[in-house]
């Protein structure tokens, strides 16, 4: 079945970056893509971007592009989001999710990562 | 950005009873919109994708309706697991964007 489990828990000082991963198993990781989302407390899903997990294409929310990094390792089945500039505003729950391509709704969620940003 | 606007921002309602939840789109999604359940300390669970299309595994009490920038998410007869928060999603416009939730309570 298919499976993302999603690393650990984070809190981070402001102006500090995080790294979450996402490790795939039950289907062809190259075979799909990976979104972003994050829930901040009390707050909608927001998408951060994703990546195409056979060729690494990526693109990113123009609201965290400059923050924001994508990628992934084939070898290990496993996709990374990296947050730079880390500010309060960041503390959220972040979500990996599969997708069948770059514009799609999301099947398959990770359990979710809770980064806290505080001094 | 679409702006996808829900209402009401809560239902409250018993078992049994019927639900509707609406998502407005700013402009139109075609029929590129998905709705979402998420319970307290889960991931959001895909229920509809395309506007009517139910996701595997999903009740047929369930069912989407719309298309352009007005959308319907009905529950016929609301099981107590059904009460949580309902999202909708739009997949037609970058950056992909979720509307702010209906909570569905029990009355």
């Keep these: 079945q298919?499976?993302?489990v999603q690393s650990g828990a984070e809190v981070k000082k402001p102006g500090a970056s995080v790294k979450v991963s996402c490790k795939a198993s039950g289907y062809t990781f190259t075979?799909?893509?990976i979104h972003w989302v994050r829930q901040a407390p009390g707050q909608r899903l927001e998408w951060l971007g994703w990546i195409n997990a056979g060729n690494g294409d990526t693109k990113y929310s123009k609201n965290f592009q400059d923050?924001?990094?994508?990628?992934r390792d084939t070898s290990a089945n496993t996709a990374y989001m990296q947050l730079s500039s880390l500010?309060?505003?960041d503390t959220a729950v972040y979500y990996c999710a599969r997708a069948e391509d770059s514009k799609s709704h999301f099947m398959y969620w990770g359990q979710g990562t809770l980064v806290t940003v505080s001094s | 950005e679409i702006v996808l606007t829900q209402s009401p921002a809560t239902l409250s309602l018993s078992p049994g009873e019927r639900a509707t939840l609406s998502c407005r789109a700013s402009q139109s999604v075609t029929r590129y919109l998905a709705w979402y359940q998420q319970k307290p300390g889960q991931a959001p669970r895909?229920?509809?994708y395309d506007a009517s299309n139910r996701a595997t595994g999903i009740p047929a009490r369930f069912s989407g309706?719309?298309?352009g920038t007005d959308f319907t998410l009905t529950i016929s007869s609301l099981?107590?697991?059904d009460f949580a928060v309902y999202y909708c999603q739009q997949r037609s416009n970058w950056p992909l964007t979720f509307g702010g939730g209906t909570k569905v309570e029990i009355k």
Excluded at chain 1, 67 to 71: A, E, F, L, P
């Design chain 1, 31 to 33: 075979s799909y893509a």
């Design chain 2, 65 to 67: 309706s719309g298309s």
């Design chain 2, 46 to 48: 895909l229920l509809i």
């Design chain 1, 2 to 4: 298919v499976q993302l």
């Design chain 1, 67 to 71: 923050r924001v990094t994508i990628n």
């Design chain 2, 79 to 81: 099981d107590p697991e």
């Design chain 1, 87 to 89: 500010r309060s505003e």
